[in-house]
């Protein structure tokens, strides 16, 4: 087995792992934090990035917070940081390892900001910046591409949300969340038998919007990864303002439509994109919907649309690995890819 | 002449138009905010979001102000705002019609906050809806695919950077702006000749870091928009964490590479890509990096790098109108896209 999918089916487990943990940790965070801040910046990159993503629509939505992505290159490159007034600065980071995710917090620090590290390792630079850190207890991550790493930052922000509202409902939704992933990747066995009818495609776009605008991204990026097609993700909003001039008969289009409240605005692009004749792959919990697919991936019924980001991200996990192994490539080992990239 | 190309050759006109209608304005708005704000959030779709990300550097690095790119859907779908404490809210439309971008100022001035509209049109929802307006004075744009308008917005974000800074000495580039852009567009005659080349190129990456990270999304934007060809914008330290495993063997790649404190980034990644090599198309004022692109797209040397945008983006214009033009499309109506995106 390679080590991709040993670390795509550890997920449920590390979730688990993380909120028997960390919980205590999070709301002892949330309380010393208090009304230390009026807004987030995040600063990361890659996958990291899209988690920090899903924190925009996830703190916005339920903890009515402002969230930025930062500019890193404003720190580490120009030497001309913004002022950071009113800000929780947050590095998220899977190794804590790149300088210019560091220099965002040590700023942060630098101007009297609470800062906050949330990074597998809880000795790397980043986590040592930082005044509070939580850590993934993902195990090590041995393949290059980042799978268990992802969920356990998303359920990271989850756990956060959940702590600085003091949400008792959201928690138990939370708790129920690992057995939840294992619904969704044993439901996945049908549609898995099926990726190599995409064994010769060279591109395709990955669509989500609100929570999962995050999924749609991290889709992409696993794609792009781990067999070299070039995958594009957009919000359904912004693809009809450009993007979608280049979609012809048979263009594959992944859409990541979990129910919610962006719902009708994909079932609305669905309809457009059948019209022009798209190849649709659809990742849902919506059975008709994933009825007019031509690749079904299904998701269970009970997830809640704030976490369904981290049940919506596997249907992609596994469409890498396997596309992956049926062009002959290795999972785990992409070519020019390395585990740690460390950017300035 | 096609429209879009009459447009292009128009944006010398609506720059110094701009400047010598609104400087005053723009002067009375930044007094008028005065210490109202310690952080901006901009709405913008397509092509005003590009103007939108350069707005991170450039207050960033000049102002010293942190700018979040809002995320629409909180406020026009899920109803969800966060609170805006300390915000300046600007919205940025050409048409001013997008209700997305207007829930997202209206609820600034439900707030209580101030807020801004760039428009193209004065008499916009938008513009109705904010406090401030600083019109483009473009001009009708018809050509479906943005130019003008684009450089016009970069050109708003830039005189209100000076005048918040009353920074007399980048008040006098910015004044000479209108000039080189001129020389630019005229600098750019043989590289446009050399375009046929990229006949039949189904896919391109596009790189640009700091000020230009604007620029490498706003040419992407251009070249899908305009000749069906997937093109994908990333940093050129994003594009190290995973994307990167794309690259093969003649892979087209447009490097975003006026002189800068990016500089030294981008010549390190285009190495990389020599060793890999990739077909490189470089947009660059700095002639021994030119010497080694496939395709070379000079710029002027004399403008300064927090200017740079403006004239780096008219290569990937003029690039996305004569590939359409070389493939037989239309580059005044690319199929399947209207002028007016109305997005919920």
Redesign the interface.
Known sequence: MSILKKEIHEQPAVIARLLAHEQGNVVDIAGELGRRF??M?IAA???S?NAARYA??L????N??????A????FS??K????????LVIGVSQSGQSP?IVSVVAEGKRQGRPTLAITNDPASPLAEAAEFVIPLHAGPELAV?ATKTYTASLAVMALMSVALAADDKRMDQLVALPEQVVQTLSGLTEAVDRIERYRYI??CIVIG??YN?ATAFEIA?KI??LT???A?PY????F?????????EGFPVIMVAPTG??SA?LLALAKELAK?RAEQLIISDDHPLLAQAHLAMPLPAEVPEWLSPVVAVLPGQLFGLNLAQLKGLDPDN????RKV?E??
Do not use: C, N, W
Request: charged residues 20%; neutral net charge.
């Open positions: 009026t807004h910046v990159r890659g996958t990035d925009q629509y703190f916005g939505s339920h009515q917070l402002q969230v930025a992505l500019t890193p290159s404003l490159l120009y001309r940081p913004p002022k950071l007034d009113g800000a210019d591409a060279e591109h919007r609100g605008y990026l792009k990864e070299r097609v070039i594009q919000s359904s909003a912004d009809r303002h450009g993007p979608i001039a280049m979609i012809q409240v962006v605005d022009l992409p070519i020019g890819l990239t950017t300035l």
